[in-house]
């Protein structure tokens, strides 16, 4: 099975509009971390965003929150008043610990999601 | 600045040759990774390095090795027993102690490998 699903291999969100890019995990370590990558064309992959299991409030980074639905285990990117820089693509990533199969400081990643804003 | 350096940016080899592809972090990481990513797909894990002179397999090790003899370079060669080698390469770090979740991977900016 699947440790993160991506279910939009692509979106079309209009410029300065809000997009939502959604991930759904699989995990039964309790304590586990969830990234946001942002891969532009060049290929670097660029952190934007991290929701502990444990944390009570949604993370926010600037024009980037996470939707963090821990009992649907969902955590969902969104992304407000989009810009033309923010056609990528997107991934989801867990960590999870050693007892529950995560190597070492790995994460896990889903196939992508790729955004595409138009002006 | 600090960073990770993966050189070359793409790389063409002839089928059956061995291939090494560099990477270099100024970031004093203790842990570093090597990913494959394919068209299409995220990314997979083919081997990690918690500490210099030590290294684990990852997801998808076949035909692939490295080495770690210094905290700042994990180098991934690229043998000619894996069979499908063309492929975007990134090599990534972390601070990751054991037990901090919430330390990202920082990334280089990848090596484009195609094998003909």
């Known amino acids: ?119 | 600045d600090g960073g990770i350096t993966q050189s070359p940016k793409y790389l063409f080899r002839k089928e059956g040759q061995n291939v090494t592809l560099s990477c270099e972090q100024n970031l004093n990481h203790d842990a570093m990774y090597w990913y494959r990513q394919d068209p299409g797909q995220g990314l997979r894990l083919i081997y990690y390095s918690q500490i210099v002179n030590d290294f684990q397999k990852g997801d998808i090790a076949e035909g692939y090795s490295v080495s770690r003899e210094k905290k700042e370079s994990f180098p991934l060669t690229v043998t000619s027993a894996q069979k499908n080698p063309t492929a975007f390469y990134l090599c990534a770090s972390s601070t990751q102690p054991l037990g901090q979740r919430n330390s990202p991977l920082h990334f280089g900016n990848g090596t484009r490998l195609t094998v003909t």
């Open chain 1, 1 to 119: 099975a699947q440790k993160i699903t991506q279910t939009q291999p692509g979106m079309f969100v209009q410029e300065k509009e809000a997009v939502t890019l959604d991930c759904t995990y699989d995990t039964s370590d309790p304590s586990y971390g969830l990234f946001w990558y942002k891969q532009p064309s060049s290929g670097e992959m660029i952190f934007l965003i991290y929701q502990g299991s444990y944390d009570q409030q949604n993370a926010t980074e600037g024009r980037y929150s996470l939707n963090f639905q821990k009992a649907r285990k969902s955590a969902n990117l969104v992304i407000s008043a989009s810009q033309l820089g923010d056609s990528a693509m997107y991934f989801c990533a867990m960590r999870e610990g050693l007892n529950y199969g995560g190597s070492q400081g790995n994460l896990i990643f889903g196939k992508g999601t790729k955004l595409s804003v138009k002006p």
